[in-house]
């Protein structure tokens, strides 16, 4: 069955980085682009970034642009958040997420807090 667990969320002051990782399973990795969400109470889960299957192309939502990289690693099952300059702001559960027509996959979420 397709699984998607996610790691490296944490504390972190503003202006910190951190990296996420999310490990793929259940179904042909480097078939699929990924894509990273994030959440807060209260509030619908937004669109972080998305990667294409090869890694060649990637979009990111304005508000991240240029602060965040999605990256993959088709030959470890893995697609990386990296998250530079944070703010206040993207204190958030982070999810990962890949749609299998017609459904999309969740992992579990990481909580990401930014706070001084």
């Known amino acids: 069955q397709v699984q998607l667990v996610e790691s490296g969320g944490g504390l972190v002051q503003p202006g910190g980085s951190l990296r996420l990782s999310c490990a793929a399973s259940?179904?042909?990795?480097?078939?699929?682009?990924m894509s990273w969400y994030r959440q807060t109470p209260g509030k619908e889960r937004e669109l972080v970034a998305t990667?294409?299957?090869?890694?060649?192309?990637?979009t990111y939502t304005n508000s991240m642009k240029g602060r965040f990289t999605i990256s993959r690693d088709n030959a470890k099952n893995t697609v990386y958040l990296q998250m530079n300059s944070l703010k206040p702001e993207d204190t958030a559960v982070y999810y990962c997420?890949?749609?299998?027509?017609?459904?999309?996959?969740w992992g579990q979420g990481t909580q990401v807090t930014v706070s001084s």
């Open positions: 997420n890949v749609r299998l027509f017609p459904r999309n996959y």
């Open positions: 259940g179904f042909t990795f480097s078939s699929y682009a």
């Open positions: 990667i294409s299957t090869a890694g060649f192309s990637t």
